[in-house]
Nanobody, 116 residues
Framework: QIQLAESGGGLVQPGGSLRLSCVASGIAFRLYNMGWYRQAPGQQRELVATLTAGGSTNYADFVKGRFTISRDNAKNTVYLQMNSLRPEDTAVYLC??????????WGQGTQVTVSS
């Protein structure tokens, strides 16, 4: 059974930091392109960052210089380090795994709230 389990969300003040984790099971993790997306209430899901199996990264413009995506293939885990958080970063953050056959899987998400 394929599962993606996110953790690390929470309430943080503006300017603060959080690190999200996503542990994958049931897949050959090292072969998958991994990504983080987010969805705010009433908004469409949007890409935050992706990291390919080969190590290439892609970031949405609104997180460049603030967020960093990384992975540990030995732990089947992808991370999202989020610094300089802003109230507009408030959303549910979801982990995505894209197989070599371009089938994708989603986690349930973790809530990030940036507020003073």
């Amino acid at each position: 059974q394929i599962q993606l389990a996110e953790s690390g969300g929470g309430l943080v003040q503006p300017g603060g930091s959080l690190r999200l984790s996503c542990v994958a099971s049931g897949i050959a993790f090292r072969l998958y392109n991994m990504g983080w997306y987010r969805q705010a209430p009433g908004q469409q899901r949007e890409l935050v960052a992706t990291l390919t199996a080969g190590g290439s990264t892609n970031y949405a413009d609104f997180v460049k210089g603030r967020f960093t995506i990384s992975r540990d293939n030995a732990k089947n885990t992808v991370y999202l380090q989020m610094n300089s958080l802003r109230p507009e970063d408030t959303a549910v953050y979801l982990c995505n795994a894209l197989s070599p056959a371009t089938r994708d899987y989603w986690g349930q998400g973790t809530q990030v709230t940036v507020s003073s």
